[in-house]
Antibody, heavy 126, light 108 residues
Framework: QVQLVESGGGVVQPGRSLRLSCAAS????????MHWVRQAPGKGLEWVAV????????YYADSVKGRFTISRDNSKNTLYLQMNSLRAEDTAVYYC???????????????????WGQGTLVTVSS | AIRMTQSPSSFSASTGDRVTITCRAS??????LAWYQQKPGKAPKLLIY???TLQSGVPSRFSGSGSGTDFTLTISCLQSEDFATYYC??????????FGQGTKLEIK
């Protein structure tokens, strides 16, 4: 069965860095786009970043662009989120999620996130 | 960026009720819309994609409709396990893949 397990969260001071990992199993990781979504305490979901199946395309929310970097290692079935220059407003549970894609037209388009990890909490505080 | 607005933000209902949640996009998104259910302390769960296609394993009491800018999620007969927060998300234009602000469904 599909499993996504995040790790790397913790308490970090403002301005410092943290790298999150998401270990994937139960599906062909190298065939799917992967996303990061976060949720601040008591708040709604915020999409953070996406990476294509082969790592060639990456997109970010404006709130993290230039500070966060999404990457993947298909040989290790692992997704990453490098977070630099962290701010208090980055405090959230971070989820990785597998993309559900529609490839019926020749090109593939994301149409949902069908599997999610359990999340890892990042707290940015001095 | 496309804005997604859900209504209501919260409401109360009883087991057995039929409920409808609305999601409106700030511009047309065709049918590139998904619905998720989230329970406290848990990851979101995909319910519906492409506006009206039920994800595998999701009970048939859930249904989705709409295209363009206006979408609805309907639960035909509320069960106790359906009390949760529901989110819509658009996939038409990115980045970002915008979520709605959420609708919290509580027991009356």
């Amino acid at each position: 069965q599909v499993q996504l397990v995040e790790s790397g969260g913790g308490v970090v001071q403002p301005g410092r860095s943290l790298r999150l990992s998401c270990a994937a199993s139960g599906f062909t990781f190298s065939s799917y786009g992967m996303h990061w979504v976060r949720q601040a305490p008591g708040k709604g979901l915020e999409w953070v970043a996406v990476i294509s199946y082969d790592g060639s395309n990456k997109y970010y929310a404006d709130s993290v662009k230039g500070r966060f970097t999404i990457s993947r290692d298909n040989s290790k079935n692992t997704l990453y989120l490098q977070m630099n220059s962290l701010r208090a407003e980055d405090t959230a549970v971070y989820y990785c999620a597998k993309e559900l894609a529609d490839c019926s037209g020749g090109s593939c388009y994301s149409i949902g996130l069908d599997y999610w990890g359990q999340g890892t909490l990042v707290t940015v505080s001095s | 960026a496309i804005r997604m607005t859900q209504s209501p933000s919260s409401f109360s209902a009883s087991t057995g009720d039929r409920v409808t949640i609305t999601c409106r996009a700030s511009q047309g998104i065709s049918s590139y819309l998904a619905w998720y259910q989230q329970k406290p302390g848990k990851a979101p769960k995909l319910l519906i994609y492409a506006a009206s296609t039920l994800q595998s394993g999701v009970p048939s009491r859930f249904s989705g409709s709409g295209s363009g800018t206006d979408f609805t999620l309907t639960i035909s007969c509320l069960q106790s396990e359906d009390f949760a927060t529901y989110y819509c998300q658009q996939y038409y234009s990115y980045p970002p893949y915008t979520f709605g602000q959420g609708t919290k469904l509580e027991i009356k």
